[in-house]
């Protein structure tokens, strides 16, 4: 295995954050990298550039050798706000209830909440995501932000100020920057009164009414969004935490954070940068849970390793770039692997940014060698899904073959459900009815004689060019016939490399068409 090469030998982006981390605070003990979510749906692909920009700033601090922590942060404190499709019309009772006190429909979590948080992490434990999981009801319980809400409280008018100055309906003055959860109903469905100090007294639309010392009671208030976010800020010294565009707009939710962390709270708030939207290939408008169109990293597991949905986050975060599963997945699998030969130094042209994107990528420090995703495409259809078979056929053609059961298994299952139709194939156990003219018979004869059990594809595929143009016979009329005989299509994958992958009499057989 080659040395080892340094992992920040080029600069990337991650690395340009985590250099402003330390910069910032360069005697700071741990840094933490903060994201979070209310699990109260699916996390689709374009949510989850958020979990994997801070992941891969998280990875650039600690390959800088300082000590680093990623901390995600369960918004499951946050009321349920509505029924969504698929889910039954009498969970409408439950609005108004944190998301964890809400019942799981689908009867297989504790919670509503649980039954989200258990899919992402699925999710970062398969691409190699370690953080360190905060929940806020029981951060909330534990009083951890009672005297945030007091703060809160006590600046409510400085709070109410800042949000009226991006807003055009101004808020009420007796407006409160916290909810409170009825102690009878469980629910949000309060109007507050802050009474100064601990002390709050509410009346909920169950009847309730009651008087409460939230230092006595801390499950009971919680900040709104827009508060409690910078005062997580606060009290966990965040360092780094990326937004998507939709927060990082004029008067949105991280101006108005900012404003709150520092005149409220008195804290600097974190680096902040935007990151671009992500689209499915075709579309112009970002991917969306309300919209059906989002494709979730459970998905792209289907055909794309863990390692490889890591490297498709690595471009710069200001840029939008699309979510693919047509054949533009056979370029990524490429890069990915040009990038993975750059960081092992075992391409040709070493590509130090491409090799940096791997080392951000990567989940293993040792090299496997892969045949690449367009051969097993190939093979695994001419094995007929079979993966045994299939590594017999990568063995016999000089591909690399012995770790190749998890590409194979993608390959199949891209094939099955996404690959466009010139990529499909089946292999004709009979031989179809083609009419073959005399002067292309000859030429599938001659390529019939090249073949053996050592037959190299590429070297095939010259010969086939070679003897067509002496012949003086297009080259696509040698094609579609080819192709004709095996495949019963006129178009099909690299013919040489595919004739070496099959069996040699077969092949040859085939070529002069004897059954």
């Known amino acids: 295995m080659p040395e080892k090469p340094d992992e920040t030998e080029v600069a990337h982006w991650a690395d340009k954050f985590a250099d402003e981390v330390i910069t910032r605070k360069p005697d700071k003990k741990e840094y933490v990298v903060e994201s979070g979510v209310t699990p109260s749906g699916v996390v689709h692909a374009g949510n989850f550039r958020e979990i994997m920009t801070q992941d891969l700033v998280f990875k650039a601090l600690k390959d800088k050798g300082v000590k680093a922590r990623y901390q995600y942060f369960w918004d499951d404190y946050d009321r349920f706000r509505k029924v969504p499709a698929g889910v039954p019309n009498e969970w ?224 710069k975060i200001n840029k939008s770039f699309d979510v693919t599963f047509d054949a533009d997945l056979l370029n990524i699998y490429n890069y990915f692997d040009e990038a993975k030969k750059s960081y092992y130094g075992k391409s040709e042209k070493k590509d130090n940014a491409e090799a940096r994107k791997y080392a951000l990528s990567k989940l293993s420090d040792k090299y496997v060698d892969l045949p690449q995703f367009s051969v097993c495409v190939n093979v695994i259809q001419i094995a007929l899904g079979d993966a045994k078979h299939a590594k017999e056929i990568l063995k016999k053609t000089g591909h690399a073959f012995k770790d190749a059961d998890e590409r194979l298994r993608l390959a199949w299952a891209w094939v099955q459900k996404y690959a466009p139709e010139q990529y499909r194939f089946i292999v004709q156990e009979k031989m179809p009815d083609v009419k073959v003219k005399k002067e292309i018979a000859d030429v599938l004869s001659l390529i019939a004689d090249q073949l053996n059990e050592n037959t190299d594809g590429d070297n095939l595929q010259q010969f086939i060019f070679n003897t067509s143009k002496e012949k003086g016979v297009p080259m696509k009329d040698v094609f579609a016939a080819a192709y004709l005989l095996f495949l019963n299509k006129e178009r099909g994958p690299k013919l040489g490399p595919f004739l070496a992958s099959l069996d040699a009499k077969f092949a040859a057989n085939r070529l002069k068409m004897i059954e």
């Open 92 to 315: 409408n009772d439950y609005i108004g209830l944190p998301v964890t006190k809400t019942p799981d429909p689908w009867k297989c979590h504790d919670s509503y909440a649980d039954h989200f948080k258990s899919l992402v992490k699925n999710e970062m434990k398969a691409l190699g995501i370690n953080v360190t999981f905060k929940s806020a009801e029981e951060e909330y319980k534990k009083g951890t932000f009672t005297e945030l809400v007091k703060k809160a409280l006590e600046g409510a008018e400085k709070i109410r100020e800042i949000h009226n100055k991006f807003r055009k309906d101004e808020l009420e003055k007796d407006w409160l920057p916290v909810r409170v959860y009825c102690e009878k109903c469980g629910k949000d469905t309060t109007t507050a009164k802050y009474l100064g100090g601990y002390e709050l007294e509410y009346a909920c639309e169950c009847g309730e009414k009651a008087r409460i010392d939230f230092k006595k009671k801390p499950a009971l208030v919680k900040m709104l969004w827009r508060v409690d976010w910078p005062a997580r800020w606060a009290n966990y010294d965040v360092d780094f935490e990326s937004s998507g565009k939709e927060h990082q707009a004029s008067g949105g939710s991280v101006d108005t954070a900012d404003l709150v962390c520092r005149d409220v709270f008195n804290h600097e708030p974190p680096i902040e940068p935007m990151y671009e939207f992500i689209y499915f290939k075709g579309q112009t408008e970002k991917l969306s849970k309300s919209k059906g169109n989002a494709p979730t990293i459970t998905d792209l597991m289907e055909v794309y390793e863990p390692e490889v949905i890591r490297y498709l986050y690595t471009p």
